[in-house]
């Protein structure tokens, strides 16, 4: 890593030189994966990557370039300077070195975890998933490792940081003619504080759900939607807070600041700053600190979120969001973790005060909404039928219609007190909303 | 390299059934327009390999930046093999080839200026918002690339091959009102930078879509006689089918393989679906896949009857079949998938007139916004539709989803139009994790009964 640092020094030196203004990215990183497919071990894998990248200002416009081919850096400014006559014109400054507060999201332990250990747990779940429903085929997942970066500009800034990874997932599948189950459940976190049995239990759990086939009538209901699946209505929201969204005219909440457009009950933070949750960092992308930041606050529009470029363009500062998936690109704002706020009700007496209504745990086609005007059909891959506050069994060939804005503005029906982690970076509570349309064949 | 690599090789092979690597280099160029201005461009240039190591059915994989590293990677990818190897390794036979595929082009776009390509989208972005003041939101995106890959393989084979693609394409958003509607478009072509200058021939109409559909009622949910223009019925048959016939969702899923059994009817006498790696100038098309196979069109279905599936080495010598080279992978970060290449069902003999003759009430599904698949069940989008009413084309209609089960769909196709057209927009798919370039394509399709999702 020291000399990858000076080198990336050095290309900064060199950038500076030869534009107004420059920032460098050297980012590293090594995974590790386990999988078994089909109830067998099937691949044990590993990958190494590096990447340097190089974002600089020159004559007003920006440049990028990158390379994970570190022999090959000699040229990146004079390829970054030839992409900037044709860049868009730079409305930012690189930032500073600012304060900010320090996360942990870096765990050396992870790294460490042997290829043997998840082979052998693997091999353990995929047992006892046999024993539970022999029919059943099993894949299980493991996916770990660590990612360092540093990231250097012409204001001053000198940040390194290093982050850990542990993913895993569980997923079952049952065939029979004219019926495919399948069924999972994952977890993703910076350190191992992965329950593996609570995924395997909640797993089989959707199985027996699964297990009775029920009907329902194509009509209005109370739909209860898991943190999952919630998390699927709520991502048109997110786009409609998205900054980029908002300075490009597309967002259907811009020029709804500080009004009260949901439900009194909803409520949507941003926190970046939790300690082991995979959307954590002292810094975004950009170099800007990372701070808590409100979205909806009791039903009212507080914030958008921006990185640097769309944050100048609205007139504002950047308020710690840029992502950029690799160096090479631009970036745009994104979320670190998103949390929503709980409800006053337990779960289950939300559920037993449905006479009639769905359950829904996986959509097929979230994301072919149209992502902005809320606008939402999507195919239930795994719905059950709630009777009189019981889950029922399983319906089929069934979809469900609506409107995020309008869901959420005057259908929310009750929240629950519970909230669950779904990936690593999302927190919610089960949410019924209605009247929702339930077409079924 | 290919001699570096396979010397590599033979240093470990013994300690493993079988070795494989494979080392790539690529550049190319990107330039997005969003909004209503430039958003990047880049020019961005990898260079990486990875190495598959197999031993008694266990894999190992390791993939890397750094080729410096070849001799530990290897030995990486052997032990993790070794750590997982418990049964027999099968591999379908194939014979070794040393091969050398240089890609020839017609209009080489590494021979175009940097400032020629950005003048050419920054004149169809320009073009999008003069087409309606209800355009709110554009991007176009341009990108090209060019890539060597050198293989080799502990069975002796040695393979250089050259790939390049061109796409251009936009998408757009028109708004009136809060409603939101969108439309895309793209081109794309293997060798000739000249298919860019194409699109600008599909700006007004598309853009005109956009807010024609601003205007248009909310399709009504029910059930429906619909016609897949070529694009849709392209992109069904590759999403809701052919991932089914990708024999590594099928080598190890008894229940599965059971359904997909050879001889199974399927659909009408007139339906024959094929993928077709070997297709001249197609876009999912190849020379050897990326395990050195070459590869050979298979019928997936041949007249309504289940009569093959892609393979690769591995599914096809655990199921005891022929190899097809449908082993792909989307760069040297990625071990081989069973994947499509060109897929299409084959033309019939039903012109389009006669197709909508005796529809009273039907849906005209057109080109392909998005969809998803679970094995059985499919849930699409198309670009736009309208109603059919009479035998006539009627009116257009907004927000459209067709949804269904696979196998009763493909039953329920009852005419096959005489117009095969080959284009699947965008040309990719992902699979794993995984994109890469395939096509996809079909006739006009008429299929009764089929679900409609909408108000």
Known sequence: ?441 | MLNQLSDAINKYKKRVDYLEVRAEESEGTGIKFRGKEMESVSQPSSRGGCVRALYKGGWGFVSFNDLDKLADKIEEAVSQARLVGRGKSRLAQVEPVEDEIRMIFRNDPRKISLKEKVDQMRDYHDQIWAVSPLVSDASVVYSDSFSRVYFASSEGTKIVQEFSGITAGFSVVARKNGLLQSNAAAVFDKSDYSVVRTLGARITQRVKLAVDLLEAEQVKSGQYTVVLNPVMAGNFIHEAFGHLSEADSVYENKKLRQIMRLGRRLGADGLNVVDDPTLEDGWGSYNYDDEGVRPQKTYLIREGILSGRMHSRETAGKMGEAPTGNARAAGFRFRPLVRMSNTFIEAGKVGFDEMLKDIKLGIYACNFWGGQTNQEMFTFTPGWAYMIRNGQLAELVRDVKLTGNVFETLGNIEMIGDDLGLRMEPGKCGKGGQYLRVDAGAPHVRIKNATVAGK
């Open chain 1, 1 to 441: 890593m020291k000399k990858d640092y000076s080198l990336a020094q050095n290309l900064l030196k060199e950038a500076i030189s030869r534009s107004e203004a420059a920032e460098v990215v050297f980012s590293s990183g090594q995974t590790r994966g386990v999988s078994f497919e089909h109830s067998k071990l099937k691949i044990v894998g590993a990958k190494y990557s590096v990447q340097v990248g190089l974002r600089l200002i020159k004559n007003g416009r920006i440049g990028v370039a990158a390379t994970n081919n570190l022999d090959r850096t000699g040229d990146l400014v004079s390829k970054a300077l030839a992409v900037s006559e044709f860049g868009p014109a730079a409305l930012f400054e690189f930032p500073a070195l600012t304060k900010y507060q320090e996360v942990k999201v870096f765990d050396p332990a992870v790294e460490k975890i042997s290829e043997e250990k998840f082979v052998n747990l693997g091999q353990r779940i995929v047992d006892d998933f046999y024993k539970f429903n022999p029919n059943a085929l099993v894949y299980v997942s493991f996916g770990w490792g660590e990612g360092r970066s540093a990231l250097l500009n012409s204001s001053g800034l000198e940040v390194e940081d290093m982050a850990s990874n542990l993913d895993f997932s569980v997923w079952g599948e049952l065939v029979e003619e004219g019926d495919i189950l399948w069924v999972g459940e994952g977890k993703t976190s910076c350190r191992e504080d992965i329950d593996y049995d609570f995924c395997l239990e909640r797993v089989k759990r959707k199985f027996l759900q699964a297990k009775e086939r029920v009907e329902i009538k194509t009509g209005y209901y109370p739909v209860v939607f898991t943190p999952r699946t919630f998390g699927d209505i709520l991502s048109y929201i997110f786009t409609a807070l998205n900054g980029k969204m908002v300075v490009k005219g597309s967002s259907r909440l811009q020029n709804k600041l500080n009004q009260e457009v949901f439900d009194k009950r909803l409520t949507i933070v941003d926190d970046g700053l939790l300690n082991w949750k995979t959307g954590s960092g002292k810094i975004d992308d950009e170099g800007v600190a990372v701070k808590k930041l409100i979205l909806i606050e009791k039903g009212i529009v507080r914030n958008f979120y921006y990185d640097l470029q769309s944050a100048a363009q609205a007139g504002v500062k950047s308020t710690g969001h840029g992502v950029r998936g690799s160096a090479a690109a631009l970036g745009s704002p994104g979320l670190h973790n998103v949390l929503i706020s709980g409800g006053k009700q337990t779960y289950a007496s939300i559920l037993g005060d449905i006479n009639e209504g769905i359950l829904v745990e996986d959509f097929l086609g979230a994301g072919l909404n149209n992502p902005f005007n809320g606008d939402f059909s999507m195919n239930l891959s795994l719905g059950y039928k709630i009777e009189k506050g019981k889950v029922v069994g399983r319906v089929k060939d069934t979809m469900i219609a609506g409107n995020a804005f309008e869901l959420l503005a005057h259908g929310i029906r009750a929240i629950s007190k519970e909230r669950e982690w779904v990936g690593g970076s999302f927190l919610s509570p089960y949410v019924v909303l209605e009247p929702v349309s339930v077409v079924s064949k």
